[in-house]
């Protein structure tokens, strides 16, 4: 397999200097959105004091974002598809940096929750048209594997880089400045875009389906909201309704792509097997690593007592490892055939897991760092050469949806092992706590810190000791279920991927040179 995808990757037109400088366009604005993103984790308590924002408030503050993200990325992938992914991507630019102001500047709470929703419709376009941009502009399979795993490095990069950043903006400047580190990315993105990235439409992918865009708002937005409102405050009524109500319009979604001569997602991608197992490893890995991460940094600033910068600096090794491994999978793939690369890196991230869940509450930071490291190291191939799977499975028309769908396992799997894998930790957390704890420390480690902090001191180092000692356990419990689903993937993936060619368009697809191209300079 290792030689078809050479032998495939030298048939392919090669990308010049003008396309790499193009990539450079792109992932910049990547990294300092993703930063603009997860810096908010820090801000929310200098967010909240300066505006006075309930609990209630500082939730729909962090998670209108991740709302409209979601619910409109397929919306958006497709959308480029059809208007042209450089005019879309601009436009997203222009919103985003405009609402960025906007919300920096915002004098109420809901008048940020409402930016924030807002932001996470314009950063809908982000993420798909850059995916698409790239795929197009690397033909070449083995260019667009490194390009990609540049652009992964970048975003991963700004999720470990966002609390350092925030740190340094909030110990000189007002809450709302690291709400505008994202602006001058736009700026840049607003005027070598033009010059740089070519444009791509697809001139005869057909109209927009108002009814199918409706039907994917609403199955998305009560799923995701219910996975949230799970591992927020547990299993209730409520979220577990929404969570049914999504799937069962999900399923009629679904069902009317699958009439549509021209539907939002084409249903069709699925038949390929390469396709839909690249596309699951990766919703799985997503899914795992998302709530480990969260896991690891309660762990560090809870458990080990470090404040949120310096547990940032304490995540940097793991930074540095990504960014190894997502540009090292694409050269090593030359040598050995992806389902092997996948399959053992796969493997490599329960190890590090392992080394994760060694961790105790006494133990040196480095312990759950460097197994977090070597997990990281592990995940390289299966998101960068998976990625190149979905996107190489289908014609350069299809790209912006094919790039969506990628981006949207990418959410759903964060949200869901939050709420799963949260769940579970919690549960355990829980169950190691004697009864006669204060209720507020049987909710979170936060709320047993908070609850010692006002016992008298003998009262309050012992419950700090066993909440400290639960959570661990929680986190172990956790660690050591994600690296047996790892397992059982990279045996799937070895299973499903080890025989088959690289990736084709489908063969009822309409040909690549359909296509419409408009140069940079046009």
């Known amino acids: 397999m290792s030689q078809d995808l050479t032998e495939s990757a030298t048939e392919a037109p090669t990308a010049g200097r003008r396309e790499w400088l193009g990539l450079a366009v792109l992932a910049l604005p990547t990294l300092l959105v993703s930063i603009d993103v997860f810096v908010m984790l820090l801000a929310l308590p200098s967010i909240s004091e300066a505006l006075h924002a309930s609990s209630t408030e500082q939730l729909w503050i962090m998670d209108a974002y991740g709302f409209m993200l ?56 982000l993420a798909p048209s850059t995916l698409a941009l790239i795929s197009n502009m690397f033909r070449n399979a083995a260019q667009r594997g490194v390009a990609i795993g540049i652009w992964f490095a970048c975003f991963m990069g700004g999720a470990v880089l966002g609390p350092v950043v925030g740190g340094a903006m909030l110990a000189h ?193 480095w312990v759950i760092v460097a197994g977090w490291a070597v997990m990281n190291i592990g995940a390289g191939p299966t998101v960068t050469l998976g990625t190149n799977m979905v996107l190489g499975a289908v014609p350069p028309e299809r790209a912006g949806s094919a790039a969506a769908l990628n981006e949207t396992a990418g959410e759903f799997g964060f949200a869901l092992g939050i709420a799963a894998l949260g769940s579970i930790g919690t549960a355990v957390y829980r169950s ?58 990279a045996a799937l993936v070895i299973g499903v991927l080890r025989r088959d060619r690289p990736p084709a368009p489908p063969s009822d697809a309409p040909a690549p040179d359909h296509t419409e191209y408009v140069g940079a300079s046009d």
């Open 432 to 489: 190691h706590l004697p009864e006669s704890a204060p209720p507020a420390a049987r909710e979170t480690l936060a709320g047993a810190v908070s609850s010692a902090a006002r016992l008298p001191s003998q009262a309050g180092a012992t419950l700090l000791e066993q909440a400290r000692d639960a959570y661990t356990a929680g986190l172990q419990t956790a660690g050591l279920l994600a690296a047996v689903v790892l397992a059982g993937l």
């Open 70 to 125: 979601s619910g409109f990325m397929v919306t958006m992938g497709t959308l480029g598809d059809r208007i042209g992914r450089r005019k879309l991507l601009l436009i997203g630019g222009a919103a985003f940096g405009t609402i960025s102001v906007i919300a920096a500047y915002s004098s109420g709470p809901l008048q940020l929750i409402v930016a924030r929703g807002a932001l996470g419709i314009a950063g809908a376009t």
């Open 173 to 365: 400047f007002w809450w709302g400045s690291v709400l505008l580190l994202g602006v001058p990315a736009m700026v840049l993105l607003l005027i070598l875009g033009p010059i740089l990235v070519p444009e791509y439409r697809n001139p005869g992918a057909g109209r927009l389906d108002p009814i199918s865009v409706g039907l994917s708002l609403t199955a998305i937005l009560p799923i995701v909201y219910g996975l949230k409102e799970v591992a927020h405050r547990g299993v209730a009524a409520g979220p577990v309704l929404a969570t049914v109500l999504g799937i069962g319009v999900g399923l009629v979604f679904l069902a009317r792509q699958r009439r549509l001569e021209h539907p939002l997602v084409d249903v069709r991608l699925f038949r390929n097997r390469s396709f839909s197992t690249a596309l699951g490893t990766m919703f799985g890995c997503t899914l795992l690593a998302g709530a480990m991460m969260l896991f690891i940094t309660e762990y560090l600033q809870l458990v080990k007592g470090l404040s949120p910068l310096r547990a940032a600096f304490w995540m940097l090794p793991a930074v540095a490892a990504t960014s190894i491994t997502f540009l090292g999978s694409p050269h090593l793939a030359k040598r050995v055939r992806p389902a092997y690369l996948i399959a053992g890196g796969l493997v490599l991230s329960a190890v590090g897991l392992l080394i994760v869940v060694s961790a105790r509450p006494e133990s040196s930071p």
